[in-house]
């Protein structure tokens, strides 16, 4: 069965700052990975997503991810970090065949913007 | 534009009640899915719909229930049976067969018992 870890709960930085947050995943064949970001109260919002090719992404909002097959991992950066980057991220991991259940979200982080 | 949109916003519920949670979706997406979500525990998969008059049971199916009378709606139902219903709720959609497109969501629904 494929799995998502998120391993920091909590990640605070500065404004200004670059920001990376780390997504592990287990899948046995070549995953769709993604991201989204979640403001409080509200659903989530489709940051970026890997399907194949380059492994490097580019997302809205100045975000980009890097698929790391050999780490098993799809962490997501911003080189500079706005206060409204405040929210909550989560990673998701899907199958590439069959059942439309197939995405599994991480546990997310919470992400403090300090001024 | 298209969208999904759960209402309400906000719920209360007594104990003992039955509450019925809407999303109603016009992008023509096959697959529906509802998820709870609870602080720290990131979404956690109630059922989910592929085809109309068809539904799955997700990880945490007990005391809800569902119905996929039509394409673009699949309302919850959060019954009595469910202990511990204070959460918030989200309604999301995908096309069936590009998953890897991955899901469109509504704004949630925050369900409170009172």
């Known amino acids: 069965a494929q799995s998502v870890t998120q391993p920091d709960i909590h990640i605070t930085v500065s404004e200004g700052a670059s920001l990376e947050l780390r997504c592990n995943y287990s899948y046995g064949a070549t995953p769709y990975l993604f991201w989204y970001v979640q403001s409080p109260g509200q659903g989530l919002q489709l940051l970026l997503k890997?399907?194949?090719?380059?492994?490097l992404v580019q997302g809205i909002k100045g975000f980009e991810a890097e698929f790391k097959r050999s780490q098993s991992s799809f962490n997501l950066r911003k080189p500079s970090v706005h206060w409204s980057d405040a929210a909550e991220y989560f990673c998701?991991?899907?199958?590439?065949?069959?059942?439309?259940?197939?995405?599994?979200f991480g546990s997310g982080t919470q992400l403090t913007v300090l001024p | 534009d298209g969208g999904i949109t759960q209402s309400p916003k906000y719920l209360f519920r007594k104990e003992g009640q039955n509450v019925t949670l809407s999303c109603e979706q016009n992008?023509?997406?096959?697959?529906m899915y509802w998820y709870r979500q609870d602080p720290g525990q990131g979404l956690r998969l109630i059922y989910y719909s592929q085809i109309v008059n068809d539904f799955q049971k997700g990880d945490i199916a007990e005391g809800y229930s569902v119905s996929r009378e039509k394409k673009e709606s699949f309302p919850l139902t959060v019954t009595s049976a469910q202990k511990n219903p204070t959460a918030f709720y989200l309604c999301?959609?995908?096309?069936?067969?590009?998953?890897?497109?991955?899901?469109?969501f509504g704004s949630g629904t925050r369900l409170t018992v009172v």
């Open positions: 890997y399907f194949s090719g380059d492994t």
């Open positions: 998701a991991v899907g199958a590439a065949s069959g059942s439309a259940r197939q995405l599994t």
């Open positions: 999301a959609s995908s096309t069936q067969d590009r998953v890897g497109h991955g899901y469109t």
């Open positions: 992008l023509n997406h096959d697959a």
